[in-house]
């Protein structure tokens, strides 16, 4: 077993992966659509089965191997898991998305891809180059399927028999380019690490953590840690190949202790060519089959409601960004339109139960900044003042009241 390496690393470190990460080269590009950038523990499955005996490596040199890694054909399962200490999404997820609901189509990824923000999931997954990506949610008796192959992206349902077509070959700019399947919160273990990587500086602690095996190959391990205290996040582990570099397993775990807030890793892995067929697809007899364009005409005919929350959504109405403190004790500032908060107890804006329900989601805190409610979940929090302000990060409740008094 590779000796700890406690060196720790500042900015310098983590520019080098910058630098040389290989330009869009992910593994599966279908990134998964969700809260909290990001953010996605494993059980037992996923557990090491052993500490290989691996040569030295410092981290400096670990960081390098993850951003050299050009790994660009595999198939494997991938299982997922994430608990941010909130009620699972499931199907609730799918109707904030655009395109959903009853015009929708509920194999549009905009739609599906949401349910992997909560819960445990198991993927399968391939790839052949930048063009050939194939990504499958099983479910219980039920598969759904993103299929990207040249310029076409297919998503399908088998559990409604519902298709999603979109065109992807028109390059930068095109028409079809926005048909793409969404980006958001990545989707595999060497799409998380590369974030984490990138967001590291010298707030941040990076050592290597002794070797382990995933998926039956041997892994070092990557410990990314805060210097500062405040932040929810406790850790990041990554294991990464000692063949290839790439990332085999993600672990984002709370300061907080328990359970892994994001916990993502192949419980196999195969870096060879996969199939052709693994990337053909032809619409089922007899289903539904609904063209993303199709999808765009119905979203301009939604109600002036949802209309409402897509504006809110994009941030249109907000006064300003201010971006309080650094590194993972970085706290959002935002000036809510009209700078309304949550209405009074007892105003009468709301029905005694709905007031009662609010007050069961939040904490009340005061402080220099006046009083308010902080919303939580186990990786980022919100305050939300009384003069309708909100404070956002993933930080402890104690650091969103610090930062509101510091702005005040």
Request: charged residues 25%.
């Amino acid at each position: 077993m590779a000796p700890n390496d406690s060196a720790e690393t500042n900015g310098e470190a983590t520019g080098t992966v910058v630098g040389r990460r290989k330009a869009a080269r992910y593994i599966v590009p279908f990134a998964v659509a969700g809260v909290a950038a990001a953010t996605i523990g494993l059980v037992p499955a996923l557990a090491d089965s052993g500490d290989p005996d691996l040569p030295d490596i410092t981290a400096q040199e670990l960081i390098e191997k993850i951003a050299a890694s050009d790994e660009e054909q595999l198939s494997g399962t991938v299982k997922v898991s994430t608990d941010l200490g909130i009620p699972s999404l499931g199907g609730l997820a799918g109707s904030f998305a655009p395109g959903s609901g009853s015009d929708g189509s509920s194999a549009s990824p905009d739609a599906k891809l949401m349910e992997l923000a909560s819960g445990t999931h198991t993927l399968r997954v391939a790839a052949d180059g930048p063009d050939k990506q194939r990504l499958s949610i099983l479910g219980e008796g039920s598969e759904y399927s993103l299929v990207h192959n040249g310029d076409d992206v297919w998503g399908y349902d088998s559990e409604s028999n519902e298709v999603y077509h979109a065109e992807s070959g028109e390059g930068a700019g095109g028409k079809a380019e926005k048909h793409k399947a969404p980006k958001g919160v990545p989707a595999t273990p060497k799409e998380l690490a590369e974030e984490a990587l990138a967001a590291a500086d010298d707030t941040t602690s990076v050592t290597v953590d002794g070797t382990a095996q995933v998926a039956g190959r041997d892994a070092y391990k990557l410990l990314i840690k805060p210097k500062q205290s405040g932040s929810t996040i406790g850790s990041v582990t990554v294991a990464v190949d000692a063949s290839t570099g790439v990332p085999l397993k993600f672990t984002l775990a709370p300061s907080s202790g328990g359970k892994a807030v994001v916990d993502a890793g192949f419980t196999q892995v195969d870096f060879a060519k996969p199939a052709a067929s693994s990337f053909s697809f032809t619409p089922p007899k007899g289903a539904k089959v609904t063209e993303a364009d199709e999808l765009e005409a119905g979203a301009e005919e939604k109600s002036a409601a949802e209309k409402a929350r897509k504006d809110l959504g994009a941030l249109e109405g907000f006064q300003g960004l201010n971006v309080i403190g650094e590194g993972w004790n970085a706290v959002a500032e935002i000036e809510v339109p009209g700078g309304a908060g949550l209405p009074a107890q007892g105003s009468g804006d709301v029905p005694a139960q709905a007031q009662q329900f609010l007050d069961a989601l939040g904490d009340k805190v005061t402080g220099d900044f006046g009083s308010g409610t902080v919303f939580k979940t186990r990786l980022v929090n919100a305050l939300l003042t009384d003069d309708g302000k909100v404070y956002v990060g993933a930080v402890t409740k104690d650091a969103l009241v610090k930062a509101a008094d510091t702005a005040r």
